[in-house]
């Protein structure tokens, strides 16, 4: 393979350097455990402490619009090993504050992949955290574009921090994380597929057929445990789909219009709201919508879910589809359908896993030890880039400021193993070499590039840029 140094081209030629816009806009350091703490918490599989950072990045609104999101990022302490991403993504959340970059209840999947060797990347998504406006909720585009975006944050992160990344994705969520995960899969397999290398995905228990399956829930008659899930939908839904309804009280009945609105301002929890809201969600609707929705399989309403079903696609990495049968919230029917459907399109990658009787909530610690333990099994090996300190480099570049063509400089006779990643991490390049050598660059992209060698139990690693003339 042909490759490319790079370090300052500017100094070589007049041509601009093209690079990637920066994602990450800030981070800050908001909790430590050490190893012990983490053994308290109950994750005595940890080897080491970790830290959690906010990170705050640019991305698009639910319009396309530049916006700022925010998600924490989980780093295991204390060694310089070759980390994975692994990407969870939360369930539903009203509560701006209730999100993993607030240390909210779901960062705690962010330790359990730190402890398993994973850097944990956990976003807020939309509308959450430091993310203004409402959340766009089950909003397809959002939650992949706002995902990608806060992966791109997190490779920034490690970079700027000396995080060493191999290059390995992967992607799970539950609940409404399920389906943020199925989107994001899609957009990065469709979209970025040569910038992420997507190893896994796991979305558990996530409303993929939200106009069929979960869409009964607007009709149904019977009480439903978690009723402030159709009025988030309807409301997050005006938002993002203008001229789906002109005001409010064409939807909900009174008192619910005038009731509901100021609840979802992002202080209120699901307890706040379900207070107000009856055990039937289909009693706070217009019967006109209610009867119209029903009638019309071209309702613009149901079209709106529709846009946001997540199964008339073949995924291509491999995929479990984690759910259970006693599932009161996400009928379990979703994930059937989903995975009907992928297999009907060609999809030879996907696998439903049944994790048994349970309801939405004693199905997600099973699910997710399971999603664990996979990812676990798939990861690639860790390989340390630790340098003792009486350790010297005896390797360099002949010079940095290369277009075509870069020495490696190094002692004679010395048998060394090299390797090249990009700077996502990935591996491009290896080989093995007895003394100095040359690295070509012309068939290469734009980026910045990473030299390994490991020669005498001592690992060298030089960064570079390679650059267009």
């Known amino acids: 393979m042909r490759v490319q140094l790079f370090v300052a081209a500017a100094l070589l030629t007049a041509a601009p350097l093209v690079v990637p816009a920066q994602t990450l806009i800030s981070d800050?350091?908001?909790?430590?455990?050490?190893?012990?703490?983490?053994?308290?918490?109950?994750?005595?599989?940890?080897?080491?402490?970790?830290?959690?950072?906010?990170?705050?990045?640019?991305?698009?609104?639910?319009?396309?619009?530049?916006?700022?999101?925010?998600?924490?990022?989980?780093?295991?302490?204390?060694?310089?090993?070759?980390r994975a991403l692994a990407c969870y993504l939360h369930g539903t959340i009203v509560e701006r504050d209730g999100v993993p970059s607030r240390l909210g209840d779901e960062i705690i999947v962010g330790y359990y992949l730190a402890a398993a060797g994973f850097?944990?990347?956990?976003?807020?998504?939309?509308?959450?955290?430091?993310?203004?406006?409402?959340?766009?909720?089950?909003?397809?585009?959002?939650?992949?574009?706002?995902?990608?975006?806060?992966?791109?944050a997190a490779r920034e992160f490690c970079d700027q921090q000396g995080v060493w990344l191999n290059g390995q994705v992967f992607l799970a969520g539950y609940s409404q994380g399920g389906h943020a995960c199925a989107a994001a899969q899609r957009l990065i397999e469709e979209q970025h597929s040569d910038e992420f290398e997507l190893v896994a995905s796991a979305p558990c228990s996530g409303p993929y057929d939200i106009s069929g399956v979960q869409a009964q829930v607007m009709l149904d008659t019977v009480p439903y445990p978690a009723p402030y899930y159709l009025p988030y939908v309807v409301l997050a839904y005006g938002e993002v789909y203008p001229g789906l309804f002109n005001n409010v009280s064409e939807v909900f009945r009174a008192p619910y219009d005038?009731?509901?609105?100021?609840?979802?301002?992002?202080?209120?929890?699901?307890?706040?709201?379900?207070?107000?809201?009856?055990?039937?969600?289909?009693?706070?609707?217009?019967?006109?919508?209610?009867?119209a929705f029903a009638a019309d399989p071209m309702h613009p309403f149901r079209l709106a879910l529709a846009d946001n079903d997540l199964y008339d696609w073949a995924p291509e990495t491999p995929t479990r589809l984690y759910y259970c049968d006693g599932d009161d919230h996400v009928f379990h029917e979703n994930s059937l359908v989903a995975l009907q459907s992928f297999q009907t399109n060609g999809s030879t990658a996907v696998t439903g896993v049944n994790i048994g009787q349970l309801d939405h909530g004693g199905c997600a610690f099973p699910a997710l030890l399971s999603v664990k333990n996979w990812f676990s099994s798939l990861q690639g090996d860790c390989t340390w880039n630790s340098v003792p300190e009486h350790a010297r480099q005896p390797w360099s570049l002949r010079s940095n400021l290369v277009i075509d063509r870069t020495e490696v400089v190094g002692p004679a006779n010395v048998a060394a193993e090299w390797s090249l990643l990009d700077a996502a991490g990935r591996v491009r390049d290896r080989g093995r070499t007895l003394g100095p050598f040359q690295v070509d660059m012309s068939g290469s992209v734009p980026g910045v590039y990473w030299l390994r060698l490991e020669a005498q139990d001592q690992v060298t690693v030089l960064r570079f840029l390679v650059v267009r003339p």
């Open 119 to 152: 850097v944990g990347v956990l976003p807020d998504l939309l509308g959450l955290g430091d993310s203004p406006g409402l959340h766009p909720y089950v909003h397809a585009a959002s939650e992949a574009s706002c995902t990608v975006d806060m992966l791109r």
């Open 28 to 82: 800050s350091l908001i909790a430590t455990y050490s190893q012990q703490e983490l053994f308290n918490l109950g994750l005595t599989d940890a080897t080491s402490g970790l830290t959690v950072h906010c990170l705050r990045y640019a991305t698009l609104d639910a319009t396309g619009s530049p916006t700022v999101a925010s998600g924490a990022i989980v780093v295991p302490a204390a060694d310089s090993c070759y």
């Open 258 to 291: 005038m009731l509901l609105p100021p609840l979802f301002d992002g202080t209120h929890g699901a307890g706040d709201i379900n207070a107000v809201l009856p055990d039937v969600p289909s009693e706070i609707m217009q019967d006109s919508v209610l009867q």
